[in-house]
C-alpha cells in the first residue's frame, strides 16, 4: 500500500468498511452527533441526498455494526454507537484523516484493487418516485 500519511490501521479499516463517500460522510455526520438519534430522512435532508441512497448506506452501515438501529413509534432511528469498543479510536482516525488528507481517504476508497466504478456512479442514480407517493 502506498505511504499516504495514514495510519497502517486506519487505511486497512476504510479498505475494509468503507465503500463509497457518501458511505463516511453518513458515518462521519452521525459520528459528529453520537447521542442524537437519525431517521433516514434526517440524514438524506442533512446530506442532502436521495432518500433511497441513505438508506443503503445507513442498512450497510448498521450491518457491519458500525451503527445502531432502533425501531420506534416512527419508525427506525439510527445512533452512531460502533459493536466493537476498538473501532471508536479507527472511526476517530479516519475522521482526522479525512479532515487533513481528504484526497487521500478518497483515493482509498475507490482505488481499490479490482473495483468497479458502480459504487460511484451509485451517488449520481436517479430514481423515479413510485406511484402514489
Do not use: H
Not at 50 to 61: N, V
Not at 75 to 90: K, N
Amino acid at each position: 500500500m502506498p505511504d499516504t500519511g495514514i495510519p497502517e490501521p486506519v487505511c486497512r479499516f476504510i479498505g475494509a468498511q468503507i465503500n463509497s463517500l457518501e458511505q463516511l460522510e453518513v458515518l462521519l455526520l452521525l459520528r459528529r452527533l453520537p447521542e442524537q438519534a437519525w431517521t433516514v430522512e434526517e440524514v438524506s435532508r442533512q446530506l442532502g441526498s436521495s432518500l433511497m441512497s441513505i438508506a443503503s448506506r445507513i442498512d450497510d452501515l448498521a450491518a457491519a455494526g458500525l451503527i445502531s438501529r432502533r425501531e420506534g413509534d416512527a419508525g427506525p432511528t439510527y445512533r452512531y454507537e460502533p459493536d466493537d469498543p476498538r473501532v471508536l479510536a479507527l472511526v476517530d482516525g479516519v475522521a482526522d484523516a479525512y479532515k487533513v488528507r481528504r484526497l487521500a481517504v478518497i483515493d482509498l476508497i475507490y482505488g481499490k484493487p479490482g473495483r468497479d466504478i458502480r459504487s460511484f456512479s451509485d451517488a449520481f442514480k436517479i430514481t423515479r418516485k413510485k406511484q402514489g407517493s
